[in-house]
Structures are given as C-alpha cells and as structure tokens.
C-alpha cells in the first residue's frame, strides 16, 4: 500500500526530494515502513486484532526511534484516537511486538 503511494509520486515526472541522490531507495522505504506502521496503530487495527503478528520489513523503519513523537501526535491530536482504544500507541506497539 504505502510503496504505491511512493512509486506514483516519483512517476508524476517532478522533481520531489526523494528523487534526489537516490533518497526513495536508502530513506523514503524505511519511512514508508513507519508510516505503515503508525496506520496500524491509529487505524485501530492493533487494537481490533490482538493476536495478530505483524512482520514489517525493514524493522519497521524508523518508527520505534519516533515512537514519542507519534505518542505525543495520539494525546495532542483528538483525530488521532478515533479508532484506537485508550491506550497510547506505543503501548499498543510493545504489546504487540512482545507477543510474539
């Protein structure tokens, strides 16, 4: 899903600044992992499906080095708990991660 959402914004034919020096290969993957896991979090799937095992390449990308910052987005942002329980992402993550 999010590699989609890449690969249309580099093909549109502009210049964005992971077109540069090759970034898409060696930064926007690894963030895309992360974003696919922050819609994991807020999307409420985590939540509605406890047992589920998750493998997101890359290691998830830089998402548990951001973690706080997507804490502080979900207690700061009313639209960001629409659809997660009333536990803050990270623990959500954690408990999802030592699950396994």
């Given amino acids: 899903m999010a590699a989609g959402w890449a690969s249309s914004r ?4 502009r210049a964005t600044p992971l077109t540069r020096y090759g970034l898409f290969n060696s930064l926007g993957v690894i963030v ?5 896991v922050a819609i994991l979090i807020f999307g409420g799937i985590l939540d509605a499906c406890p047992d589920l ?3 997101i390449a890359h290691g998830g990308g830089p998402a548990c080095f951001a973690m706080g910052r997507i804490d502080r987005g979900w207690q700061a942002r009313p639209a960001a ?3 997660t329980s009333n536990n803050r992402p990270a623990r959500t993550s954690a408990a999802s991660t030592t699950a396994a």
């Fill in 53 to 55: 095992k998750v493998c």
């Fill in 32 to 36: 895309e992992d992360a974003i696919v």
């Fill in 81 to 83: 708990r629409v659809s």
């Fill in 10 to 13: 580099i093909s549109s034919g």
